[in-house]
């Protein structure tokens, strides 16, 4: 099953609500990339009996790097797609998908080129080479994207909040059941 490049694609229903539940697909999405690479690594011990830490140690970190690259072009690709919608909106519509645009803006996901700057994320750095004197030297790749799959897991969840939060504002109000009322 293939994503569709674009969130108004069917125009049978109503746009606000084929849009949110298509970027609420995409935030699942993101999210199941980084568990799955999460996932791979914690079952990456069952092979520690087979392999050397000196094979297995790199493959942990290329696994981060992997699901973390992947979720952050499924968050760039959000972003595109949701401004793309945008412009086909009336102004009321924009105005109920705001907050969600507002998050692409005050959390911009930088190009996977500047994450892996190691100068210019001398924090995250600073933190992997410490974390690699503590515990093995090995272990500084991993740290530093762990870095990253955690900066990812961040914003889609403050996305996932922000579309939580344009899903009750389009939401008909719930019928109350003894009274049949809204």
Not at 91 to 120: C, K, W
Not at 142 to 165: H, M, P, S, T, W
């Amino acid at each position: 099953m293939s994503k569709p490049k674009r969130y108004l694609e069917d125009q049978d229903t109503e746009p606000v609500a084929a849009i949110v539940k298509a970027i609420d697909k995409d935030v699942e999405r993101g999210e199941d990339i980084l568990m799955f690479g999460l996932c791979l690594v914690i079952l990456s011990s069952t092979f520690a009996p087979l392999a050397p830490p000196t094979v297995l140690l790199p493959l942990v970190a290329l696994t981060f790097a992997v699901s973390s690259g992947f979720a952050r072009k499924n968050y760039h690709d959000m972003e595109r797609k949701l401004q793309e919608a945008m412009v086909q909106l009336e102004r009321r519509d924009q105005a109920v998908l705001r907050p969600i645009a507002t998050v692409f803006s005050e959390h911009p996901m930088p190009p996977l080129i500047d994450s892996y700057n190691l100068l210019g994320n001398l924090k995250r750095t600073w933190k992997s080479v410490l974390g690699g004197i503590l515990i093995n030297p090995l272990w500084m790749p991993i740290f530093y994207v762990i870095g990253i799959q955690i900066f990812e897991e961040r914003n889609l969840g403050i996305l996932n909040k922000a579309v939580c939060g344009v899903e009750q504002k389009i939401a008909p109000p719930a019928m109350d059941i003894e009274e049949g009322q809204p």
